[in-house]
């Protein structure tokens, strides 16, 4: 099983629609956890962190369970500049140094 | 504020030839990385520095040396380069110290091996 897994889409969705993405992890002992936004030959970029209590930034909303491993994101109102990859991220300490795992990522397009 | 500098963007080399990717961050990072993307495919950590003066090896270490230089620069270099290599090469920095930090990311190297 790899350490994190994301659904790869792609997600086709219209402009306005509400769109949910789930990431598994398998580490137990992960201390935390992050979304990322890639955009097409760009660098990956920090979109969010994700806190225990789930949190909220403007039409985006994290959330974590830990009891089931799984962290969300939830985007609302959609727009034609959400259409990016969505990189799942989890870091966790091992000995002297933080291990981070990127998810393999999930497609948005977002539809005029 | 530059935060994390790549160079060169661009580089196409031939089979055999060797070249060494520079990194450069200004945040007082501790730890840095370097990531090869394949087209379609997700991010896999090639080595890491946890520290200055010290090196690991990632997922896909095989055909590549690091080193760090100071706690700045973390430079990735293809001592003999083979088309399997050919990606886009991108350094990352975050603040060991506190783990609920993220890592930044540099803009890319993309490399071309003919």
């Known amino acids: 099983r790899k350490e994190v897994e994301q659904d790869p889409g792609p997600f086709n969705v219209p402009e306005g629609a509400t769109v949910a993405f789930n990431c598994t992890y398998s580490n137990s002992a992960s201390q935390s956890f992050f979304w990322y936004r890639q955009d097409c030959r760009k660098e990956p970029k920090l979109l969010m962190s994700v806190y225990s209590s789930g949190n909220e930034d403007g039409r985006f909303t994290a959330q974590l369970n830990r009891a089931s491993q799984y962290i969300s994101l939830l985007i609302r109102d959609s727009k034609l500049s959400d259409s990016a990859t969505y990189l799942c991220?989890?870091?966790?300490?091992?000995?002297?140094?933080?291990?981070?795992?990127f998810g393999p990522g999930t497609s948005l397009s977002v539809i005029p | 504020n530059a935060g994390v500098t790549q160079t060169p963007k661009f580089q196409v080399l031939k089979t055999g030839q060797s070249m060494t990717l520079q990194c450069a961050q200004d945040?007082?990072?501790?730890?840095m990385y370097w990531y090869r993307q394949d087209p379609g495919m997700g991010l896999r950590l090639i080595y890491y520095s946890a520290s200055e003066g010290t090196t690991d090896k990632g997922e896909v270490p095989n055909g590549y040396n690091v080193s760090r230089l100071n706690k700045r620069e973390f430079s990735l270099r293809l001592e003999s380069a083979a088309p399997s290599q050919t990606s886009v090469y991108f350094c990352?920095?975050?603040?060991?110290?506190?783990?609920?930090?993220?890592?930044?990311f540099g803009d890319g190297t993309r490399l071309s091996i003919l």
């Open positions: 945040m007082n990072h501790n730890s």
């Open positions: 991220v989890v870091n966790s300490k091992k000995t002297s140094y933080d291990k981070v795992i």
């Open positions: 990352a920095s975050t603040d060991q110290s506190n783990s609920n930090q993220p890592q930044h």
